[in-house]
């Protein structure tokens, strides 16, 4: 199974970028794992509404532009569904019987997502009601996947 990951933006704390290290590390077994980053948009602090659609819609392009027609794209989405850990392993595990074994990703900026990503997104899910920082979504995604290899195998992993 390939699972890519398209993040808008660099990883800036070293803490995170080793949190990242490590789960790429632990997933080498588990799957091909492509790590996708794209530029944020360089914008104001304020911006109006029309601005703010803007940049997603900028981020979108280039977010798009690493999504292939025949991957599967997991959005994550503020409003969209939210799953226990169990329930993603299941997802995926179901994906990959049917013949779905590239699943991608998506994580966008500040701003959230495009319009446009999100209609190409097959489905939309979000981790909590909560606001994180798009940067630490990223580690928490991966550690959410690796759990989710684990669940699918029967391997034992902190609750």
Not at 25 to 52: T, W
Not at 115 to 134: C, G, I
């Amino acid at each position: 199974m390939q699972i890519q990951i398209v993040s808008v933006g660099k990883i800036k704390e070293k803490y995170i970028k080793q949190g990242i290290a490590e789960f790429e590390k632990r997933l080498q077994s588990y799957c091909k794992l492509v790590m996708d980053e794209v530029n944020d948009e360089h914008a104001p602090e304020q911006m109006s509404d029309k601005e703010i659609e803007q940049v997603k819609n900028k981020e979108g392009e280039r977010i798009l532009n690493k999504i292939k027609p025949t991957q599967y794209v997991i959005a994550l989405d503020i409003h969209g569904e939210q799953w226990s850990s169990e329930k993603l392993a299941k997802n995926m595990e179901q994906l990959s019987i049917y013949g779905k074994s590239q699943i991608t990703f998506v994580i966008g900026g500040s701003n959230g997502l495009s319009e446009d990503v999100l209609k190409r997104a097959n489905q939309k899910l979000s981790f909590s009601k909560m606001t994180f920082p798009h940067q630490l979504m990223k580690l928490i995604l991966l550690e959410q996947v690796y759990r989710s290899f684990r669940i699918q195998k029967n391997e034992p992993y902190h609750r």
